[in-house]
């Protein structure tokens, strides 16, 4: 409505400019920002879920593995460990 477009048809536009769907590009941005949440912060797992968009931790969990091939927690974990071998 803000920018007096469908949602069907601002989701064609940019698919058409970008190559990919709307949609997935909302989630991996989502996606990144857990990510970086995870790696520099200590804040709770379902906390850093709810903050990117995801109402349902066991979600937030599937897509992220899904995403980076392990769940948040081992990707803190590796994030941690990475940051300890580069000091």
Do not use: C
């Amino acid at each position: 409505e803000a920018v007096s477009l469908s949602p069907g048809y601002l989701g064609k536009i940019f698919a058409a400019a970008t190559g990919t769907h709307l949609v997935e590009y909302v989630t991996e941005r989502r996606m990144e920002e857990a990510a970086r949440m995870l790696a520099e912060s200590q804040e709770d797992i379902q906390d850093i879920g709810r903050r990117v968009g995801f109402n349902s931790p066991a979600y937030f969990i599937y897509r992220f593995k899904k995403r980076y091939g392990r769940t948040p927690l081992e990707y803190r974990r590796m994030a941690a460990w990475r940051r300890q071998e580069a000091e």
